[in-house]
């Protein structure tokens, strides 16, 4: 089965600094992985994907995620937080071809100005 | 990628009564999902609807509870049954971005019904 956990609720970072969300997965197969950030009010937003080639994944918003495939992990990553970035952020996995998109629990991401 | 729109964006509801929601995507699509979000929560999974056959639900979920229709390759229906105020949420509608080609394996969400049953 496959489950994804996020295991930090809250995340607090300063304006400028660099920021970390945390992501380990479970999956048989290959894992096809995904950050989504919704914000207050709002939908949810595309932010990258990982399903094959370079471990680093580059996607909107200069936010960054790296595939560990070693440790199951898809750290959301950057290098100089906002404070437009607080919102919630969800990992999701997938293990290929159609397969259902599983969410993990989500992280509210507070950066202080 | 594939663009859905859902509606209604948001009801307050009677309990006893039922809502239907509509996700209308503007590309043919394989699969669509419908997950819900409760309060504060992540999303969960209620069921994977296929064209032409019955959606297939996820543990905790019931046909009976929560109705899906699949017409056609653009449309599906999700309808909240005999509702009572646990079942306030979100309810989002989403596709493989790709459509039936192998696609780039995104997926989109469609905005959300704020549903709130009173």
């Known amino acids: 089965a496959q489950s994804v956990a996020q295991p930090e609720d809250q995340v607090n970072v300063a304006e400028g600094n660099p920021l970390t969300v945390k992501c380990t997965y479970s999956v048989s197969g290959n894992p096809y992985l995904f950050w989504y950030v919704q914000y207050p009010n709002r939908g949810l937003q595309f932010l990258l994907k990982?399903?094959?080639?370079?471990?680093l994944v580059k996607g909107s918003y200069g936010f960054e995620a790296e595939f560990n495939k070693s440790q199951t992990s898809f750290h959301l990553k950057k290098p100089s937080a906002l404070v437009s970035d607080s919102a919630l952020y969800f990992c999701a996995v997938t293990s290929g071809g159609y397969n259902k998109l599983i969410f993990g629990a989500g992280t509210r991401l507070a950066v202080h100005p | 990628s594939a663009v859905i729109s859902q509606k209604p964006s948001r009801d307050i509801c009677q309990r006893g009564t039922s809502l239907t929601i509509q996700c209308q995507v503007d590309s043919q699509v394989t699969m669509m999902f419908w997950y819900r979000q409760q309060p504060g929560q992540s999303l969960t999974l209620i069921a994977t609807?296929?064209?032409?056959?019955?959606?297939?639900?996820e543990s905790g979920f019931v046909i009976d509870k929560f109705p899906i229709s699949r017409p056609n390759l653009t449309f599906s229906t999700l309808t909240v049954s005999n509702m009572s105020p646990e079942d306030s949420s979100i309810y989002l509608c989403?596709?493989?971005?790709?459509?039936?080609?192998?696609?780039?394996?995104?997926?989109?969400f469609g905005s959300g019904t704020r549903l709130t049953v009173v």
């Open positions: 609807a296929n064209q032409g056959s019955e959606a297939t639900y």
């Open positions: 990982y399903i094959t080639g370079d471990n």
């Open positions: 989403s596709v493989r971005a790709g459509g039936t080609g192998t696609g780039d394996y995104g997926y989109t």
